[in-house]
């Protein structure tokens, strides 16, 4: 069951354009929003994260837009470089039945985005 | 600093066979939690140990089981290794339990399964 749904798959870029990526989630019981990138051979790293409780994020040329009531969520990637081809990933973490939270994250499927020099 | 180790980092197995997949987190954090990517897939949540306890399972068989030692470092064992056991398998450390903290991932262990 895919808790997490990330679009588009692939993405292509010119260089210096606007890259975005979109997420939905239906499990209101999500309250962490981070994003992670991967490049090839590598582990994933944490890019920026949001809570529900903001609308927008902002760090350097990365901005998570965040839409609380339609449980969608997105990255922007501003001025795109030859540098930020990789596989980007959405992920949610689920508070627990008892209102405490461990490391779970739920992952989406991954967007392979080209940035085009 | 050493960032999250995993070894063996490339690891060939035969189905039926078991293995053990090593992670050392980075110094001071407390929690470990183990994530299996398929190729073309995000990361699927396994396990979290927190202070050698168990704090998550995710949804994968008794095959799997895992453990934290006293100095925070961790096992992950599968038994009876199938084909669809062949992936990535990312260990992934945090100061905290909450996860909220900032994660960082290892590199990973990739696993065949022939």
């Known amino acids: 069951q895919q808790q997490v749904k990330q679009s588009p798959q692939s993405l292509i870029v010119q260089k210096g354009g606007i890259s975005i990526i979109n997420c939905a989630y239906e499990?209101?019981?999500?309250?962490?929003f981070p994003w992670y990138q991967q490049f090839p051979g590598k582990g994933p790293a944490l890019l920026i994260a949001?809570?529900?409780?903001?609308s927008e994020k902002k760090e350097g040329r990365f901005t998570i837009s965040f839409n609380k009531s339609a449980k969608q969520f997105s990255l922007h990637i501003m001025d795109s470089q030859p540098g930020d081809s990789a596989t980007y990933f959405c992920a949610a973490r689920e508070r627990n039945a008892g209102g405490t939270s461990y490391g779970k994250l739920t992952f989406g499927q991954g967007t392979i985005l080209t940035v085009h020099p | 600093d050493a960032g999250v180790t995993q070894s063996p980092t490339h690891l060939i197995k035969t189905r039926g066979q078991h293995v053990t997949l090593r992670c050392s987190p980075i110094?001071?954090?407390?929690?470990v939690s183990w994530y299996q990517q398929v190729l073309g897939q995000g990361p699927q949540f396994i396990f979290q140990y927190y202070e050698k306890e168990e704090r998550g399972r995710g949804n994968f068989p008794d095959r799997f089981s895992a453990r934290q030692f006293p100095n925070y470092s961790s096992e992950l064992n599968v038994n009876a290794l199938l084909l669809g056991d062949s992936a990535l398998y990312l260990c992934?450390?945090?100061?905290?339990?909450?996860?909220?903290?900032?994660?960082?991932f290892g590199s990973g262990t990739q696993l065949s399964v022939l």
């Open positions: 110094s001071g954090h407390k929690s």
């Open positions: 499990n209101t019981a999500f309250d962490y």
């Open positions: 992934a450390s945090s100061w905290g339990g909450s996860g909220t903290e900032k994660l960082f």
């Open positions: 949001i809570r529900p409780d903001v």
